[in-house]
């Protein structure tokens, strides 16, 4: 069984950020030099439209969490990986600034995190359009709670290596997990030696 997460980041910067933290003026201004025609930076070139879909799409998983019981601290949450993903190992634009800090599962509750499959923005669209290639039934659209989503792994095992979907080669098949409770992390990363 998967018993971390991975927080994929550019060294250059402080983890555990987000962009829908920002005003609107610093995170489109920040999406716009990040912008280029990788999978990666794709999805920055019309940066307010991302910005809104991205806090409509959090603000979804918060209510949907919260109704299984999540008690989100955050109004926004820190996306990680479930386990690592070779998709955006691969995806990353610099590789000399590519960051990873992994965080042991044990330090969330059931409480502090949230799980969709895959990447949450892209889950609420398959979830909402429902297109006949892509979309499943049991997977996309819904969001997740700790044990819900090891049930699904112990049965199914990971996206990347097993589940044999075909999505586009734009979409990033991994788990994505919403971390609720920035302090822990913060926590995790002052007492390690990732830093």
Not at 145 to 164: H, N
Request: proline share 6%.
């Amino acid at each position: 069984m998967i018993d971390y997460l991975t927080y994929y980041y550019s060294v250059d910067k402080e983890p555990f950020q987000s962009l829908s933290e920002l005003s609107d003026e610093e995170a489109i201004r920040i999406m716009e030099n990040l912008a280029d025609d990788t999978h990666y930076g794709e999805r920055f070139k019309n940066p307010a439209q991302y910005l809104k879909n991205r806090r409509e799409t959090e603000g979804w998983v918060r209510m949907e969490f919260i109704e299984k019981g999540g008690r989100p601290k955050d109004d926004f949450p820190i996306s990680m990986v479930l386990g690592s993903s070779k998709w955006l190992v691969n995806a990353t634009p610099d590789k000399q600034k590519h960051g990873e800090i992994r965080i042991p599962l044990s330090l969330f509750s059931e409480y502090d995190i949230s799980f969709t499959y895959p990447d949450s923005m892209i889950s609420r669209w398959l979830g909402l359009e429902k297109p006949v290639e892509y979309y499943q039934a049991g997977l996309n659209g819904k969001v997740f709670t700790l044990s819900e989503i090891q049930a699904i792994i112990e049965k199914k095992g990971m996206p990347e290596e097993d589940w044999g979907q075909k999505l586009p080669e734009s979409f990033a098949p991994y788990i994505e997990a919403q971390v609720w409770n920035r302090e822990l992390l913060y926590d995790f990363w002052r007492l390690s030696d990732t830093r």
